[in-house]
């Protein structure tokens, strides 16, 4: 597989794979510190009634621009963020299951430089709907190309892990969440950085530059042909055969598939109901600064990057089964902790952010999920 390939660029597709992982999360977690400012159509309210760089409209407070009006339509434009932002988990999840198909048939490498495609042309749509006055439309379209993008990626990149030996195996799907971590752990506070330096198109062009360079260096180090081939060879030896993928409901019936789905479900859906609310609902308590808003989010990724990289040794000595749970009480605790988080009038933009460390177990639960998968 990739680390036994007689070219010697086993390392350097590996990287590609990872490269590829962390872009998509990148892509995914900048766009939540700017779908609010979008959704409200602050920055193009902004930028209709001031001919000045944005920067200097930076000095505009939350405040100033929100009324009682908009704090009264808070609950309305959470439902528009909500529904822009599960666009993508959407798409994904039809996507998944053609992603598997195509892989079976085409091999990891084409269907990964696919993926890739569709990232750096959503990139192009989240950049281009920050310029004009179709935020929303926009942002909801780029995240169903962003999650059809991200299916594909993410199955012939596991695809491509999960051909390994089992101990070699564990270290490359635990390599590569870090991936997600990483990408996680980068995307929020860079998407309100960015935004804040330069406008809200910067951090989707910068992205789409570097998944551009990505898609070059797979034409030129994956081929297919070889790739395929040697995943051939290595399922053939030992005697696995991955012609005829299985049934989905064969796969949920088998070892512990369908209690790990569920463990990941109700804890990944905890965060993805608090990305929608989180940014706004700071915006009306808190009054941060954007950059702030992205910082919020930078404990849990931080905690998710921790923990898919130490928690292995946790869970041969306590099990999988302990951890999980361990992992989903602390995410539900969490959640209730998070309406309680306060504020005083002084000090308050370096203490809005405090609520978020109350989320860091929520990766305990995935990072569990994807290694008790690698077993099954």
Request: with cysteine.
């Amino acid at each position: 597989m990739l680390y036994e390939r007689a070219s010697g660029n086993g390392l350097v597709a590996f990287a590609i794979v990872y490269l590829t992982f962390f872009l998509d999360n990148v892509l995914l977690t900048v766009l939540v510190p700017i779908i609010p400012d979008w959704v409200r159509g602050e920055s193009l309210a902004l930028w209709a009634t001031h001919d000045a760089p944005l920067m200097k409209l930076l000095n505009t407070t939350v405040n100033q621009i929100t009324n009682a009006d908009e704090d009264e339509g808070v609950g309305g434009s959470q439902a528009v963020v909500g529904a822009v932002l599960g666009a993508k988990a959407a798409a994904q999840l039809l996507t998944a299951p053609m992603a598997a198909n195509a892989v079976t048939r085409r091999g990891p490498a084409p269907v990964l430089r696919a993926g890739t495609i569709l990232l750096a042309i959503a990139a192009t749509v989240f950049a281009w709907c920050a310029r004009s006055s179709t935020g929303v439309v926009g942002a909801g379209l780029g995240r169903i190309i962003h999650g059809t993008g991200s299916a594909l990626a993410g199955v012939a990149g596991l695809a491509l892990a999960a051909a390994l030996p089992p101990p070699r195996r564990d270290r490359a799907v635990a390599v590569l969440l870090g991936a997600i971590a990483l990408g996680v752990l980068v995307g929020y506070p860079f998407g309100g950085s960015a935004y804040s330096l330069w406008s809200s198109a910067a951090p989707f062009q910068l992205v789409f530059l570097a998944l551009l360079v990505n898609l070059g260096l797979q034409y030129f180090f994956l081929c297919e042909d070889s790739y395929q081939i040697q995943l051939n060879q290595e399922n053939n030896n030992d005697n696995v055969n991955y012609a005829k993928p299985e049934s989905i409901w064969r796969v949920a019936r088998r070892g512990a598939a369908a209690e790990c789905a569920g463990a990941v479900l109700f804890t990944t859906s905890i965060m993805a109901a608090l990305e929608p609310c989180l940014p706004l609902w700071m915006l009306k308590k808190f009054h941060p600064k954007r950059w702030q808003t992205g910082a919020a989010f930078l404990p849990d990724s931080l905690g998710y990057l921790i923990a898919t990289s130490s928690l292995g040794g946790v869970t041969k000595c306590f099990g999988a089964e302990r951890v999980a749970l361990v992992g989903q009480v602390s995410v539900g605790l969490a959640a209730l902790a998070v309406p309680y988080a306060r504020s005083n009038r002084v000090g308050r933009e370096e203490r809005h952010g405090r609520f978020s460390l109350k989320l860091l177990p929520l990766s305990f639960n995935f990072e569990q999920f994807m290694r008790t998968m690698s077993t099954i």
